[in-house]
């Protein structure tokens, strides 16, 4: 009789074990793999992003509105006497925004132009070589002239028949 009992408390408890369905308890014991989990390479396939496709009149005009933006907050840092790294900053980006106007444009029409990169090429060599901002005054004239005179010679509509 005792061993019936011992029998019929191991049956229920075995029965009890598999009702319960512990799986973390096999999780446990089960064999993991030897070879740990290598990370996946990545395949990447470099592609060219060209942007949206412009006509040469929408860069124009882009980059026109970019000199602008710049060439104006040269003339703000050298009026508030900013820090001389700001004021060639935003020459040297009114520059590079001169010449992608200037190679949208056909040869005489270049030739025209350059006098204008020229005079900005000279403003920020005067700016380097004026570390403490003493000639800001001057260079603030020079900044103004060259926006309006490119302004003036330079707006779309009079140079629209010059794009390439």
Known sequence: MKSKKIVVIFLFCVLLVNLIGCESFTRKFTRKSKKAAQPVEMVLVPEEYKGPNMTKEELYRQYFLFWKSWQDELINSLMYNASLKKK?????????????????????????????????????????????????????????????????????????????
């Open 88 to 164: 060639i900053d935003c020459a040297k980006e009114a520059l590079k925004n001169l010449i992608n106007m200037q190679n949208l444009l056909v040869e005489p029409a270049q030739k025209n132009f350059f006098i204008y990169i020229t005079r900005l090429t000279d403003l920020i060599s005067d700016m380097q070589s004026d570390i403490y901002g003493s000639n800001n005054n001057r260079n603030i004239k020079a900044a103004e002239h060259l926006k309006s005179d490119i302004q003036r010679g330079f707006i779309y509509p009079k140079i629209r028949n010059y794009l390439r």
